[in-house]
Each structure stands twice: as C-alpha cells, then as structure tokens.
C-alpha cells in the first residue's frame, strides 16, 4: 500500500520512491512485478502525473524498475547476476502456477522438493 503524507517535508516523488525502493528490498515488490500506469497510480494518490512520472524515472535511472514501452513498468531484478537471474525464474514460475490455477501451499511444496533433491 503506497500512501503520501501531504505534510511530509519530504517531496511527494520522493515518499512514493522510497516507498517502492523499501517494497523491492523488502521482497514486497518481486521481480518482474507489473507497476500500475502513471496515470492511474497519480489518480489512486491524487498526484499530478508528472509527480509519478518524475517517481519512476528515478526508479528506472536506479535499476529498480525497467520500462517496455507500452507495456508498462516492471520491477527489476536486483542484486549480483545469480540473484537477479533467481529472482526472474521465480517471476516465471509464480505466474505459471497463477495460469494453472494451483494453490500457493501446493506451489511451495513442490519448489521446496524440487530443490532437495
């Protein structure tokens, strides 16, 4: 949940980037994760758009998201090259089992198998 304190001294770009920045350490915000539209997070917030816009510019100049044109944003992989590549491939079998309509327990059960043996 993203939420700006208008009394803050802090900027409104800047408490929302931070925000995110906490989100995609804490594990919050996985990689590969779809970030809502400029437009629709400035209106959820009442921001003005180019606020959000200035907030994921500075995201992407960080590498903590990556923008693809008209698809949108998305959360980057982060840390050394073996843990953005783990964090990818998790992406990919999360929204493989959202596809098959399984159930998270079922998931991590079979993840956790799989990497015992």
Same mark, same amino acid.
Do not use: H
């Given at each position: 949940? %993203?939420?700006?304190d208008?009394? @803050?001294?802090v900027?409104?770009? /800047?408490? %929302?980037r931070? !925000?995110?920045?906490d989100?995609?350490?804490g594990? /919050?915000?996985? &990689? =590969?994760?779809k970030?809502? #539209? $400029?437009?629709?997070?400035?209106?959820?917030? =009442? %921001?003005?758009?180019?606020?959000? &816009?200035?907030?994921?510019?500075? *995201? /992407?100049?960080?590498?903590f998201?990556? #923008?693809? =044109?008209?698809?949108? @944003?998305f $959360? @980057?992989?982060? =840390?050394?090259?073996?843990? !953005? !590549?783990?964090q990818?491939?998790?992406? &990919?079998?999360?929204?493989?089992?959202?596809?098959?309509? *399984? @159930?998270?327990?079922?998931a991590l059960?079979? $993840? #956790?198998?799989?990497?015992?043996?």
């Amino acid at each position: 949940m %993203l939420t700006i304190d208008p009394k @803050s001294p802090v900027p409104p770009f /800047e408490q %929302l980037r931070l !925000q995110f920045v906490d989100q995609v350490r804490g594990g /919050e915000l996985a &990689a =590969g994760a779809k970030l809502p #539209t $400029v437009r629709r997070l400035a209106d959820d917030l =009442g %921001l003005a758009p180019n606020t959000v &816009a200035r907030c994921y510019r500075e *995201l /992407e100049r960080d590498g903590f998201i990556e #923008t693809r =044109g008209r698809n949108g @944003s998305f $959360v @980057s992989a982060q =840390g050394d090259p073996a843990a !953005q !590549q783990a964090q990818v491939a998790a992406r &990919a079998y999360a929204d493989r089992i959202r596809q098959l309509g *399984l @159930s998270t327990d079922d998931a991590l059960t079979w $993840v #956790t198998a799989a990497l015992r043996e």
